[in-house]
């Protein structure tokens, strides 16, 4: 059964980091692209990152400079490290294919909340 599990989210102050994981089952991990998207309260899904199975990555501008996608074939997790975290980007956040890859069933995604 295919599955995504995020971790990793909670509450940071402004300016601080969090690192996220994304585990995926082997089936849908292997040689697939990966991204990040979040979906702050009465806003659409957005996608912020994006890597590639050759690892190349992507970033939303409003990100760019601050969140790091990574993988790791070994383990099946993609991470995002997200640093000088703004208000913003309090968000439930999420990992799935990208949409030119067809989405996956989503998961429950991880809240990200920052705020003084």
């Known amino acids: 059964q295919v599955q995504l599990v995020e971790s990793g989210g909670g509450l940071v102050q402004p300016g601080g980091s969090l690192r996220l994981s994304c585990a995926a089952s082997g089936s849908i991990f292997s040689g697939n692209d990966m991204s990040w998207y979040r979906q702050a309260p009465g806003k659409q899904r957005e996608s912020v990152a994006t890597?590639?199975?050759?690892?190349?990555?992507y970033y939303e501008d409003s990100v760019k400079g601050r969140f790091t996608i990574s993988r790791d074939n070994a383990k099946l997790t993609v991470y995002l490290q997200m640093n000088t975290l703004k208000p913003e980007d309090t968000a439930v956040y999420y990992c799935?294919?990208?949409?030119?890859?067809?989405?996956?069933?989503w998961g429950q995604g991880t809240q990200v909340t920052v705020s003084s």
């Open positions: 799935n294919r990208p949409y030119y890859r067809g989405y996956l069933k």
């Open positions: 890597i590639t199975s050759g690892g190349s990555t």
